[in-house]
């Protein structure tokens, strides 16, 4: 992984609050990580659409690194959330094989695994605000996305 | 030895056959690990030869991820070789956007009740 994150990683700033969680790569805790995270999520005002938002772009990406990631093997999953004032950041990190192409990967329709098209990165673009890669063959991947939120209302 | 049913069932499918369409209503969220009970099921009735169009019925479902698009396409491919049409109903906001981007509302149709599909097949 690139020494420096690439992302818009809140260096210095302090969330609101944070979780972290951490799993084996199965893919009963795709549905664990989702809603743990969307927990999280849900300690602000937000529609139920912008937490189906959440919830859907977490599966993508901790599908990604349940079939991408380990593949065959099993692994150790990690998902950092953090929750600011105006931002939800959360950051699936896998120990895996890596991305040999991260711009390949990022195609729409490209994929390694037809039988989700493709689809996951594309899902993850539409419904987050922000989505930065970062990998290295034999090393592991790091996701990065975070999705803007209205600050909170203060009375 | 009795197999309990697990907890961590997070989707429930029930399939109903109504002359020749097979009418599925899946409740609760469709993903890597979820699809495979939906696969089984459907597949289960698709074996049915006189199987020739499907309504998926969606107003209970929650969530549905690419694996979950994966496997609405599955189906889709059975009911097309057989000349058949594929119906949706109820789609929540972020499932209907799901299904857009996909492609799948391309080949899909859908309907805002299970009447209503029913009567247009």
């Known amino acids: ?155 | 030895m009795i197999r309990r049913r697990k907890e961590d069932e997070r989707v429930h499918v029930a399939a109903e056959l109504v002359g020749n369409t097979l009418v599925i209503r899946l409740q609760g969220e469709l993903d890597m690990h979820t699809v495979e009970e939906f696969k089984h099921e459907a597949e289960r009735y698709l074996m049915d030869k006189r199987v020739k169009n499907l309504v998926l019925v969606l107003s209970k479902t929650s969530l549905i991820d690419s694996s979950g698009v994966g496997a609405i396409l599955g189906r889709y491919r059975t009911i097309k070789e057989r000349g058949g049409t594929m119906i949706a109903v109820g789609l929540r906001p972020v499932v209907k956007r799901i299904l857009k981007l996909s492609g799948v509302l391309n080949v899909v149709e859908t309907a805002e009740s299970e009447r209503r599909a029913l009567a247009r097949l």
């Open chain 1, 1 to 155: 992984m690139q020494a420096v994150p690439q992302d818009k990683s809140r260096a210095g700033r302090i969330p609101e609050n944070e979780v972290q969680l951490l799993f084996t790569s199965k893919p009963e805790n795709v549905g664990f990580a989702r809603t743990a995270v969307a927990l999280v999520a849900s300690q602000r005002d937000l529609t139920v659409d912008q937490l189906d938002e959440i919830k859907v772009a977490v599966s993508e990406a901790v599908s990604n690194a349940v079939i991408h990631g380990y593949r065959d093997t099993s692994g150790m999953i990690q998902v950092d959330v953090k929750l600011y004032e105006d931002e939800l950041e959360v950051v699936v990190t896998d120990k895996g094989t890596g991305i040999e192409d991260i711009e390949w990967a990022m195609q729409p329709t490209n994929t390694t695994d037809k039988s989700r098209m493709g689809l996951g990165l594309s899902v993850i673009k539409e419904f987050m605000d922000d989505l930065t890669i970062t990998s290295r063959p034999g090393a592991g991947t790091r996701v990065y996305m975070a999705k803007k939120l209205a600050p909170a209302s203060r009375p």
